[in-house]
């Protein structure tokens, strides 16, 4: 890690040297406060440096490869509407494979394939065998390949792992209902005749939650859905199957998983999923030390800490994402000083929360996924609020994640497929995916235009999120520091907060309105502007110990040298 950090620094030095495109910035650290106000524009910036600036960020990159870090930007992926290879309009491996040099250039150190198995759904989340490929998404070849090219990227790639329950096609749950019915009536199920009949809930009575086997008085516990029949965690059979599951994808070099519907593992028993998790964590590492497990608990934060108490590497942290979160509540309250002043204060206290229950714990930030719809339109399509949204995830600490799509401010929303609509590569939509999940509703338009046109734009939002990744690659701290609200700076509309870690120190200041802020740093001379994000033309300038912050914009301080 101190090897990182070093090199960290030198590659620094070099990017703080060269200057960085119009929106975000990277400044020299050695320069103090009162004499580094003027930043490096696009316009005065050369050709050559850009070439220089383009190296010294992929190296920055390729530090990813270090296997002890496990603090990315990661990228959720469905493979379904990403990139489709071979014209029957739905996305496959080969199509993600042809969209890694993106990722790439994006500064995406990790993706997540959600489920990419044998399944009868187009969302994949009831699977039929956990040991294939779906044939809709390529082959096991298609795979190897995938994950080859994404190492030499030094992209970790993480699989969607649905254990809550399986798909009632399963072999597992087939066996068993072919079994339950051989049973003449009146006579119990034996687990030595079918070991599979303890994989799962029979009974013979129905209750909340179950559903009838067709035909019979049999009936098994399946709370999301009939054909998503839950399974017993208290099996020690299933559980070695689990085991076997992840050994079989780790063994291919997959890097981790996403566990799906953790909380729901035992529904509303939640020592008993904490007991889950940690035999997960620890099975896992005990097949690969450095695997990433990342888990979603949809609660609120003192039930993720909950959860954290199970030794788990990350969990998603939904009480700042999604439409309810803090990162968008901040952001519907902006220019208000009450609402803004508790953004500071929430994430110190989420994080000593989730510190305290695992010292290890890397917090798993996100604005959207696929199941809560696209973050543009929780600000009511706002561009600044946008962007400064995608700032506010990915200079949270731990391993953020960007949902598909959300670097280009697409919306989605309503039911399910339509916040999992084909990305919008090209406005003439011929370069992903032409046949969107059954019921999907896409727009005729969508507010900030396709990636094609966004990334010739200096102000787009892809370039915004470019940098922003950049900044939070280059200044490790942002990622794996520990949080306190600055409360010296932390007024106004300008929030402020500290990052504390073994790789630096750093202040992160955002002025979360649309008024030009002005902060006092003269308690602060041993600092230094390092970075600046904005969300137009008008960026954060030092004049003497005033720090100007315009509307939405992002300052970030160091330590001088
Ligand atoms: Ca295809």
Known sequence: MRRVASVLCLLLSVLILVGCARQGQIEHPATAPESSGAAVDSQETQPQEAERTEQALSEIRALGQSPDDLYRTWYE?????????????????????????????????????????????????????????????????????????????????????????????????????????????????????????????FSNESATGYAQIPGTDWYYEAQFSADMPDLNWGNEGFRADVKAVMEFWLNKGVDGFRLDAAKEFYSGRSSMNVEVLSWLQETACGIKPDCYLVAEVWDSFQTVAEYYQSGITSIFNYPFGDSTGKIVSVLRGAGQPSVVSTYATALEKADKAYRAANSNYIDAP????????????????????????????????????????????????????????????????????????????????????????????????????????????????????????????????????????????????????????????????????????????????????????????????????
Not at 84 to 105: A, C, N, R, T
Not at 128 to 134: E, P, Q, T, V
Not at 490 to 514: E, H, P, Y
């Open 366 to 561: 996100f604005l959207s996924n696929h199941d809560v719809g696209r973050i543009a339109g929780f600000v009511s399509k706002d561009e600044a609020k946008t962007k400064l949204a995608g700032a506010m995830n990915l200079f949270m600490s731990g391993s953020a994640f960007v949902y598909y799509g959300e670097e280009i401010g697409m919306v989605g929303s309503g039911n399910d497929p339509s916040k999992r609509a084909p990305m919008y590569w090209n406005a003439a939509r011929d370069n992903g995916t032409t046949n969107p999940p059954p019921d999907c509703t896409i727009p005729d338009e969508y507010p900030f235009g396709s990636l094609e046109e966004q990334v010739t734009d200096d102000g787009s939002i892809y370039n915004y999120y470019r940098q922003a990744i950049a900044i939070r690659n280059a200044i490790p701290a942002i990622s794996h520091g520990q949080t306190t609200a600055e409360t010296q700076l932390n007024t106004g509309c300008v929030s402020a907060f500290r990052k504390t870690s073994d790789l630096g120190t750093c202040i992160v200041l955002m002025n979360i309105s649309d008024e030009a802020a002005e902060v006092d740093l003269s308690a602060y001379a041993d600092w230094t502007l390092a970075a600046k994000l904005s969300v137009n033309d008008r960026t954060a300038a030092l004049d003497g110990t005033l720090l100007n912050l315009p509307a939405y914009a992002v300052a970030v301080l160091v330590p001088a040298q």
């Open 77 to 201: 992926i469905f493979v379904y509407s990403f990139c489709d290879s071979d014209g029957d309009g739905i996305g496959d491996l080969k199509g993600v494979i042809s969209k890694l040099d993106y990722l790439q250039e994006l500064g995406i150190t990790g993706i997540w394939l959600m489920p990419i198995h044998p399944s009868t759904t187009y969302h994949k989340y009831n699977v039929s065998d956990y040991d294939a490929i779906d044939p809709a998404y390529g082959t096991m070849e298609d795979f190897d390949a995938l994950i080859s090219a994404c190492h030499d990227r030094g992209i970790h790639v993480i699989l969607d792992l649905v254990l809550n329950h399986t798909g009632s096609d399963h072999v597992w749950f087939r066996t068993a209902v072919e079994y339950l019915k051989s049973l003449p009536a009146g006579t119990a199920p034996n687990e030595s005749d079918c070991p599979y009949v303890d994989y799962y809930f």
